[in-house]
């Protein structure tokens, strides 16, 4: 079983920038495709960026793309969200996610255990 924790929210103005970390405990991370999803207040909660376990593939939703970069360090079991440039309606709880099961080659699909989420809020 895995623990998601994540860490690193904050409130900033438009334009700065943030990292995002995700703690994974009881579980390595290294095997298994991992994400970020975002809830902002009266929308659907969002995938935001992805990668599978390789790291071979990655996904970014548009409105973050060529901004946000996801990453891993397997030796810390960490995931991490790199956000530049950002925006208000970048304002959300971030949630961290593991894939269901391991090896799995679609990215942005079959995520089964969230972290508890860190709140982001950019001003303007």
């Not at 991490?80 to 391991?102: I, S, W």
Request: glycine share 12%; net charge neutral; with cysteine.
């Amino acid at each position: 079983q895995v623990s998601l924790e994540e860490s690193g929210g904050g409130v900033v103005q438009a334009g700065d920038s943030l990292r995002l970390s995700c703690a994974a405990s009881g579980r390595t991370i290294s095997a298994y495709g991992m994400g970020w999803f975002r809830q902002a207040p009266g929308k659907e909660r969002e995938i935001v960026a992805a990668a599978t376990w390789s790291g071979s593939t990655t996904y970014y939703t548009d409105s973050v793309k060529g901004r946000f970069t996801i990453s891993r360090d397997s030796a810390k079991n960490t995931l991490y969200l790199q956000m530049n440039n950002l925006q208000v309606e970048d304002t959300a709880v971030y949630y961290c996610a593991r894939h269901e099961y391991p090896f799995s080659d679609a990215a942005s699909l079959g995520f089964g255990h969230w972290g508890q989420g860190t709140q982001v809020t950019v001003s303007s």
